[in-house]
């Protein structure tokens, strides 16, 4: 497997893995009969650090398609090189390191 294809395979695991630090958050705040529930009803708002969570995951479901499908251009195509490679593992280490310093509110390091 190719370094691109690797940290695409990668970025998936991030991903779901922050669908989960999502769920977790949420189901902390609300309970778990909340979330084995119906769901119906209003709920209070969410803690601000479950917010950044959901904020952190939908910036990566943003972006997430492009660098996919760049990635599977660069593999199809016959294309990938050490750039495409370079490219691949920044994209992936910065957001690994972007999920806590959103969810801490750090500001500047982020972005």
Do not use: C
């Amino acid at each position: 497997m190719t370094i691109g294809l690797m940290m695409a395979a990668w970025t998936l695991v991030l991903a779901f893995a922050q669908i989960l630090l999502f769920d977790i958050a949420r189901t902390s705040q609300y309970g778990l009969k909340w979330n084995t529930g119906p769901r119906d009803g209003e709920m209070p708002p969410l803690s601000a650090r479950a917010e950044r969570l959901k904020r952190a995951q939908d910036n990566l479901f943003e972006t997430l398609p492009l660098f996919l499908g760049a990635v599977l251009i660069a593999h199809v195509a016959d294309k990938e090189s050490e750039i495409t490679a370079l490219g691949a593992q920044i994209y992936f280490w910065a957001r690994v390191a972007y999920v806590p310093l959103y969810a801490w509110g750090v500001r500047h390091l982020r972005s």
